[in-house]
Structure formats: structure tokens, C-alpha cells
């Protein structure tokens, strides 16, 4: 049963354009929604989150929209970069885990590619 | 500077032998994570700790087992009862009142 789902496997956009990411949730207990970014071999990096209780967050070229009744989530890479080629992950949390911290729940991840 | 590292970043094995992933964070998180990722999945969670002496199972906890014995470690091994063990592991942590997980560099386990 796949809680957080990222449908488009994979993205191709021209550098200076706006990449739109997108993903859905399934579980309305879910509050709070992370996007990580990773390059092949690597960690994830941390790249922006949004909380429920908001509809939009920005930082820089980054912005990440929440519709809660469509439960569903997008981010924009404005304007993209080639340096923006990684695989993106949304992540949800919302399961608290024994002894305080929360469960991320990961989609399966979205290629993106921003061509010169 | 603070960070987590995973050590090696490559690892080889033979069927049936248990191998130990490192995992070592300087940021004084009281919470750290053990996921798996395969090609075209998204991460599941292994095993995770919220303090020392103490850690939980995750979503495919079998096969696999750790410890935490001192704060900033929270090594994996990877047991010979693992059915599909190739795989990138990633190491995570996160302090107690914080939604976002740091990652490691992640170890790359092959086994034949």
C-alpha cells in the first residue's frame, strides 16, 4: 500500500523553465511534507517542507505547494538549472514513532532532468 | 563541520557472511535511521533508535540487526538470513523536536 506516491518516474526540461514535481498522499493523518533531492551514490539532501497547516513555502528558486483536500502536493524549480538534475523524493510524516521522533514515509522518487 | 558519515562507501561480500555497516553522526541527534533503497524504489525504513541503549524495528526489519551503544553510532549488519541484501543503504538522523532527517553518503553492499 503505497501512502506517498510520485507518479511520474522521470521529468526532462529545458534549463530556464519551470520543473513541476509532483505527488499524492493517500493518508490525511500525514502533516507535514518534505521534498529531498539525490544525486546518484549519494544522501538525500534536505531541500524544503511545508506544513499542513500552510498551502505554500518558498525558498529561492524553490517553491512547494499543498492542496489538503486534494491531497496533494507539487514543487517548482524556477527557473531549472542543469545542476537541478537529480532524482527528487517527497516524503510525509505523520506516524510518531516509539520514544518521540516521526516516520518519514518516501515516494518512490522522480528523475528530473534539465537539459542546456 | 558536523555531519554523518557511512563507511565504506563500497562494500563486497559472499552469500551467507554478515557484514557491518558504519554509521557515525557529530550533530548530538538523539534519533537515527537505517533505510534501504533498491533501483526505482523509494526508501524504506530498516531499523531506527531514539536513544541510546534502545531501537525499534522498521518496516523490513528481518534480516538485519543493530545497536547503539553510544550516541553518536548506530551501526547495521546485515545478516546471512537477508534474502535480497544488495542493495544502497542509507543512515539518517534527526534531532528530537525536528521533522527533517540528515543523510548520510550512504554504502553501496554487493553481495555474491
Known amino acids: 500500500d503505497q501512502q506517498v506516491k510520485q507518479n511520474s518516474p522521470s521529468l526532462s526540461v529545458q534549463e530556464g523553465r519551470i520543473s513541476i514535481l509532483n505527488c499524492d498522499y493517500t493518508?490525511?493523518?500525514?502533516?507535514?511534507f518534505l521534498w529531498y533531492k539525490k544525486y546518484p551514490a549519494e544522501g538525500p539532501t534536505f531541500l524544503i517542507s511545508?506544513?499542513?497547516?500552510?498551502d505554500k513555502n518558498e525558498d529561492g528558486r524553490f517553491t512547494v505547494f499543498l492542496n489538503k483536500s486534494a491531497k496533494h502536493l507539487s514543487l517548482h524549480i524556477v527557473p531549472s538549472q542543469p545542476g537541478d538534475s537529480a532524482v527528487y523524493f517527497c516524503?510525509?510524516?505523520?506516524?510518531?514513532?516509539?520514544?518521540?521522533?516521526?516516520?518519514?514515509?518516501f515516494g518512490k522518487g522522480t528523475k528530473l532532468t534539465v537539459n542546456p | 563541520d558536523g555531519g554523518i558519515t557511512q563507511s565504506p562507501k563500497y562494500l563486497f561480500r559472499k552469500e551467507g557472511q554478515n557484514v557491518t555497516l558504519s554509521c557515525e553522526q557529530n550533530?548530538?541527534?538523539?534519533?537515527m535511521y537505517w533505510y534501504r533503497q533498491d533501483p526505482g524504489q523509494g526508501l524504506r525504513l530498516i531499523y531506527y533508535?531514539?536513544?541510546?541503549?534502545?531501537?525499534q524495528k522498521g518496516d523490513i526489519a528481518e534480516g538485519y540487526s543493530v545497536s547503539r551503544e553510544k550516541k553518536e553510532s548506530f551501526p547495521l549488519t546485515v545478516t546471512s538470513a537477508q534474502k535480497n541484501p544488495t542493495a544502497f543503504y542509507l543512515c539518517?538522523?534527526?534531532?528530537?523536536?525536528?521533522?527533517?532527517?540528515?543523510f548520510g553518503p550512504g554504502t553501496r553492499l554487493t553481495v555474491t
Open positions: 539518517a538522523s534527526t534531532g528530537r523536536t525536528s521533522y527533517e532527517q540528515y
Open positions: 493518508n490525511s493523518m500525514f502533516d507535514y
Open positions: 511545508i506544513s499542513s497547516i500552510k
Open positions: 516524503a510525509a510524516s505523520g506516524y510518531p514513532l516509539q520514544g518521540g521522533s516521526e516516520k518519514l514515509v
Open positions: 550533530l548530538n541527534h538523539d534519533a
Open positions: 533508535s531514539q536513544i541510546v541503549n534502545d531501537f
